[in-house]
């Protein structure tokens, strides 16, 4: 499957959303865009994959209310492989859910090594508050 081209659409649908891992925030438009120009998409079995929100249930009615909204084929998910050997979604929760929640068993993703997270896409302190 192709990956569609990202455009600033992207941004503007998540300015200041930031994933954040070992006190770092790293800005989510930013770190999509670092993958889509140095990084090929892969299938990533879903069984594998853990989510990065420890605030967002999965299972709330919030969560499931954007779940329906969200097409799992848009965009490739981001997922951030860490040094203890999981996956962790670093974009992607709702489309990951979704696609589970379909029967799928992998979804289209990129895949960063923890120690290869790009300095480029670090948050500023705004988007972080």
């Given at each position: 499957m192709s990956t569609p081209k990202l455009t600033k659409v992207f941004e503007s649908v998540f300015h200041g959303q930031v994933y954040e891992l070992n006190g770092k925030g790293y800005?989510?438009?930013e770190l999509?865009?670092?993958c889509a120009e140095n990084i090929d998409p892969q299938d990533i079995p879903l069984s594998k994959l853990t989510m990065s929100k420890?605030?967002?249930e999965h299972g709330s009615k919030e969560f499931k209310k954007h779940t329906k909204k969200v097409s799992v084929n848009r965009f490739p998910i981001?997922?951030?492989a860490l040094n203890d050997g999981s996956l962790q979604i670093a974009d992607g929760n709702h489309r990951a859910f979704k696609a589970a929640g379909l029967g799928m068993e992998t979804i289209e993703g990129?895949?960063?090594p923890e120690d290869q997270l790009p300095d480029s896409a670090l948050a500023s302190e705004e988007e972080e508050e």
């Open positions: 800005d989510v438009p999509t865009y670092w420890s605030d967002e981001v997922v951030v990129y895949v960063i």
